[in-house]
């Protein structure tokens, strides 16, 4: 292992029931370098920067990992342990505590204690200098469960800065900041190559890999297929690595012909605990056409599309009209009735029960189908189910096993399997 390299992989495999989720997985890791990691949903990513976290400690896996030249075993205390090496990652999926403020988030675990008692004002003030340094735009004292997605997201970002790491895994760090917070992750993570800082950076989206990565490494179904420089590659290229076949044309433009006014939407205002959320919104939407809503954070994009589907503000005035007729949508239910879906903002919230099978997620908002009011016919529940996630390509062992296990990308597939399902004639997706 030469001096430039601060991580190497040499063939790690890591199998779980009825799945290799990586096999023989080999590359190296220059130090300093913002190194990309990238493939399908359900090709090992998130799997193998846990292996490096600590999640699954040293013996739950075969291969070698090397670290500043030695072996990394992460055994005891495998995650607090992979902090005191100098290893901090961002996880895709939120780990913070909702009830806790922000600065009690970043420092949870390590606060800092004076007589025998946290020290809140130094708890605070550190809090403030790594916001400020950053400027990530939370507050020490705000509470988490008040914030938005993606404001959770820079708090778990602010976390992991704050470990002083030497290397930071960052997965899929920008599925819900906007275009000016994805601006400042970038300054953020040329800022901490500068001083040394490796990154990994696992993302689904292109142009972020060759905005900002020196080295690109594809996973497809567990495996290494490529470690190259990414001035070397194009996206078609990546593209074709990821999939295992040449890709002519990534995204094939339709020949969508919208139709009539389905839903109109005419001088809409809303309230949410006492403040004016939505201050006189028109739109209309045509059968058969996408229709986007741009927005940065707080302009307030989730809370129109929450209250529309009824499950969030109050409407104080304003129209809503489904196919020309006035609308009052009370409810998730009421929506469903009228044809709409939401593919929610926050996955793990609103759109999953995590504890349950993919069978019974994607049934969820259509037991209607599968019998009456007293039973459900579990055989038509299966076979429609394992249907959609056929059709969506749900990697999984089983479509038995419980959401929750799944990758953060998979699970996103099962909540879109649940509403395809319902097939509605309006598909909001957040």
Same mark, same amino acid.
Not at 182 to 211: P, S, W
Not at 244 to 250: A, H, N, Q, T, Y
Not at 278 to 296: C, D, H, N, Q, T
């Given at each position: 292992?030469?001096?430039?390299?601060?991580?190497?992989?040499?063939?790690?495999?890591?199998?779980?029931?009825?799945?290799?989720?990586?096999?023989?997985?080999?590359?190296?890791?220059?130090?300093?370098?913002?190194?990309?990691?990238?493939? %399908?949903?359900?090709?090992?990513?998130?799997?193998?920067?846990?292996? =490096?976290?600590? !999640?699954?400690?040293?013996?739950?896996?075969?291969? @070698?990992?090397?670290?500043?030249?030695?072996? #990394?075993?992460?055994?005891?205390?495998?995650?607090?342990?992979?902090?005191?090496?100098?290893?901090?990652?961002?996880?895709?999926?939120?780990?913070? !505590?909702?009830?806790? @403020?922000? *600065?009690?988030?970043?420092?949870?675990?390590?606060?800092?204690?004076?007589?025998?008692?946290?020290?809140?004002?130094?708890?605070?003030?550190?809090?403030?200098?790594?916001?400020?340094?950053?400027?990530?735009?939370?507050?020490?004292?705000?509470?988490?469960?008040? #914030?938005?997605?993606?404001?959770?997201?820079?708090?778990?970002?602010?976390?992991?800065?704050?470990?002083?790491?030497?290397?930071?895994? =960052?997965?899929?760090?920008?599925?819900?900041?906007?275009?000016?917070?994805?601006?400042?992750?970038?300054?953020?993570? +040329?800022?901490?190559?500068?001083?040394?800082?490796?990154?990994?950076?696992?993302?689904?989206?292109?142009?972020?890999?060759?905005?900002?990565?020196?080295?690109?490494?594809?996973?497809?179904?567990?495996?290494?297929?490529?470690?190259?420089?990414?001035? %070397?590659?194009?996206?078609?290229?990546?593209?074709?690595?990821?999939?295992?076949?040449?890709?002519?044309?990534?995204?094939?433009?339709?020949?969508? +012909?919208?139709?009539?006014?389905?839903?109109?939407?005419?001088?809409?205002?809303?309230?949410?605990?006492?403040?004016?959320?939505?201050?006189?919104?028109?739109?209309?939407?045509?059968?058969?056409?996408?229709?986007?809503?741009?927005?940065?954070?707080?302009?307030?994009?989730?809370?129109?599309?929450?209250?529309?589907?009824?499950?969030?503000?109050?409407?104080?005035?304003?129209?809503?009209?489904?196919?020309?007729?006035?609308?009052?949508?009370?409810?998730?239910?009421?929506?469903?009735?009228?044809?709409?879906?939401?593919?929610? %903002?926050?996955?793990?919230?609103?759109?999953?029960?995590?504890?349950?099978?993919?069978?019974?997620?994607?049934?969820?908002?259509?037991?209607?189908?599968?019998?009456?009011?007293?039973?459900?016919?579990?055989?038509?529940?299966?076979? *429609?189910?394992?249907?959609?996630?056929?059709?969506? *390509?749900?990697? *999984?062992?089983? !479509?038995?096993?419980? !959401?929750?296990?799944?990758?953060?990308?998979?699970?996103?597939?099962?909540?879109?399997?649940?509403?395809?399902?319902?097939?509605? +004639?309006?598909?909001?997706?957040?």
């Amino acid at each position: 292992m030469s001096e430039d390299t601060i991580l190497e992989f040499r063939n790690v495999t890591k199998e779980f029931p009825g799945v290799t989720a990586l096999s023989d997985v080999s590359f190296k890791v220059k130090r300093g370098e913002i190194h990309g990691l990238c493939g %399908e949903n359900g090709a090992g990513k998130s799997t193998l920067m846990k292996i =490096l976290a600590g !999640v699954y400690p040293y013996g739950t896996y075969s291969g @070698t990992v090397l670290y500043n030249g030695k072996e #990394l075993k992460l055994q005891n205390s495998a995650i607090q342990a992979a902090v005191r090496e100098g290893i901090a990652i961002v996880y895709q999926e939120l780990t913070l !505590v909702p009830a806790m @403020t922000v *600065a009690e988030n970043i420092f949870l675990g390590r606060e800092p204690v004076e007589r025998g008692s946290i020290d809140w004002d130094r708890l605070h003030s550190e809090t403030r200098s790594i916001l400020e340094k950053y400027r990530l735009d939370v507050r020490p004292q705000d509470v988490v469960r008040n #914030l938005g997605i993606g404001q959770m997201q820079m708090t778990e970002i602010a976390k992991a800065l704050s470990e002083d790491a030497q290397v930071l895994i =960052l997965d899929e760090p920008t599925s819900a900041l906007s275009e000016v917070e994805i601006d400042r992750l970038m300054e953020i993570l +040329q800022t901490l190559k500068a001083r040394g800082v490796t990154c990994i950076y696992i993302t689904h989206k292109m142009n972020e890999f060759f905005r900002i990565t020196d080295q690109l490494t594809v996973l497809r179904d567990g495996k290494v297929v490529s470690s190259q420089p990414t001035a %070397e590659l194009t996206p078609e290229k990546v593209v074709g690595l990821m999939v295992g076949r040449e890709m002519k044309e990534r995204f094939p433009r339709g020949a969508r +012909q919208p139709g009539d006014v389905i839903l109109e939407v005419q001088d809409l205002h809303a309230e949410w605990a006492g403040r004016e959320v939505l201050k006189g919104v028109s739109f209309a939407l045509r059968k058969g056409e996408i229709l986007g809503i741009a927005g940065l954070m707080g302009s307030g994009r989730t809370e129109l599309v929450m209250t529309l589907f009824g499950e969030f503000a109050n409407v104080t005035s304003g129209a809503v009209r489904l196919d020309g007729k006035p609308v009052q949508i009370k409810g998730s239910q009421a929506a469903m009735r009228h044809g709409l879906g939401l593919v929610p %903002e926050d996955r793990k919230r609103f759109g999953l029960v995590l504890p349950q099978s993919i069978v019974r997620n994607i049934s969820l908002a259509n037991l209607g189908q599968f019998g009456g009011s007293l039973a459900v016919d579990e055989d038509s529940e299966l076979a *429609a189910s394992t249907r959609m996630a056929q059709d969506l *390509a749900v990697k *999984a062992p089983s !479509v038995q096993v419980a !959401v929750g296990s799944l990758s953060g990308g998979n699970q996103q597939k099962v909540v879109m399997a649940k509403w395809l399902l319902s097939n509605p +004639q309006i598909l909001i997706m957040d």
